[in-house]
């Protein structure tokens, strides 16, 4: 395998992560939109970061800050590209991210079905947090 680099990503990336997200499998979700990643970026520029290889996108992960509190979800690692360490480093790079931004605590947002993910984050030092639920609203 080629080597791993990475980096913030920009609206040129779009396309790109949208592809990745696609081919990962993960569960879709209604702001995996370029609009919506557009939205993303211009209020948390750099919360995009990709893990490229020969200029393709082979992971991603977006280490959010509000101001308040670090959320780390749509962690992605392209099928061929996996069992090599990038989502760890990727988790690794947003937890650095966040907490030069002031982060004391980081939420990671992982589907409830995914086995692989949740084996993941456990892996990396999270851990589910008893006695809560997200409840969830779509506006528009």
């Known amino acids: 395998m080629q080597p791993v680099e990475i980096r913030a990503g920009t609206e040129s990336d779009?396309?790109?992560?949208?592809a990745l997200w696609r081919g990962a499998e993960g569960p879709p979700s209604p702001t995996d939109t370029a609009a919506g990643l557009g939205r993303l970026l211009r209020h948390d520029p750099g919360s995009l970061l990709l893990a490229e290889s020969d200029d393709a996108v082979v992971g991603s992960l977006i280490a959010a800050w509000d101001g308040w509190r670090g959320s780390l979800y749509r962690l992605a690692v392209d099928q061929d590209w996996r069992r090599q360490g990038i989502a760890t480093t990727l988790?690794?790079?947003?937890?650095?991210r966040l907490r030069r931004l002031g982060?004391?605590?980081?939420?990671?947002?992982?589907?409830?079905?995914?086995?692989?993910?949740?084996?993941?984050?456990?892996a990396v030092g999270y851990e589910r947090q008893p006695g809560t639920s997200r409840f969830v609203r779509m506006l528009g």
């Open 14 to 18: 779009i396309g790109g992560v949208l």
């Open 91 to 96: 988790v690794q790079t947003g937890e650095e």
């Open 103 to 122: 982060a004391i605590r980081l939420t990671a947002l992982v589907a409830s079905a995914d086995r692989e993910a949740i084996g993941l984050w456990r």
